[in-house]
């Protein structure tokens, strides 16, 4: 398979340019294109023939940065398969990707001191889930209805764009994990994460999200806001 390079058409703080690619001697080995336009994210729209011709003819798409990911989830309804439904993504290449990143903040923070308790989002709703389902519930599962929670505690917290809550749900969706759990009381969850492992001084962390790739962890969520959020992924409303 032939990997193509593509950069900006210009930089807009420190992006690497074509002749900067061609400097380093990266067209010796792939061929180097630009979009022809110096703009945040991705603009297809506004773009050269041939960046688009090689982005619409491309197999897999490797995208670097938040600006990008914006720009491209956007258009995730427009690309589509002969029967309307959007493309699948790519699970092991997902996979790899998400262990390569586990592998680099645990080994940055093997005792987590700090950054590695980025890795628990999710999971204090999820363990609780599990626990609760008897393991019927797969981890993953539980901590994707996890993932739902946390984005929506962060919403109704104010810490977050409560449009976040759509653009997790969906992408889970895609991903055929869930989002919503059914048959467990909201009061069942609060005292199933009262034996969760990752507390801190007896009290529960919760990682929160603020945006895509950004999350704080917080100690101080009120049991109320809790349980709100959990009616919501067991009932949906």
């Known amino acids: 398979s032939r990997v193509t390079l593509a950069v900006r058409g210009g930089p807009i703080i420190n992006d690497v ?5 061609e400097q380093v001697g990266l067209a010796k080995l792939v061929p180097v294109i630009d979009s022809g336009v110096a703009v945040p994210g991705t603009a297809l729209e ?5 960046f688009v ?3 619409e003819e491309a197999d897999l798409i490797l995208s670097k940065g938040q600006g990008n990911f914006e720009t491209l989830e956007s258009r995730r309804d427009e690309t589509t398969l002969p029967s309307g439904e959007a493309p699948p993504l790519q699970l092991p290449d997902l996979v790899a990707r998400a262990v390569q990143v586990k592998v680099a903040v645990v080994e940055e923070d093997p005792f987590e001191q700090g950054r590695r308790a980025a890795l628990n989002l999710g999971h204090t709703f999820g363990h609780a889930l599990e626990t609760l389902s008897d393991y019927r519930l797969r981890h993953g599962e539980a901590v994707a209805i996890g993932l ?4 929506r505690l962060a919403a109704r917290l104010g810490l977050c764009d409560p449009g976040l809550v759509t653009r997790v749900e969906s992408l889970l969706s895609r991903l055929e994990l869930p989002s ?3 048959g467990f009381a909201p009061e069942q969850v609060l005292a199933a994460m009262a034996s ?3 507390r801190s001084a007896g009290r529960l962390r919760f990682v929160l999200p603020r945006a895509i790739g950004d999350v704080d962890v917080f100690g101080d969520v009120a049991a109320e806001d809790v349980l709100a959020v959990v ?3 067991g009932d949906g409303s």
């Open 180 to 182: 919503r759990v059914a």
């Open 231 to 233: 009616r919501q992924v």
């Open 196 to 198: 969760d492992k990752k």
């Open 53 to 55: 011709r090689a982005f």
């Open 148 to 151: 739902a929670a946390a984005t």
């Open 46 to 50: 506004r773009s050269s023939d041939v």
């Open 17 to 21: 340019t074509r002749e900067d690619a």
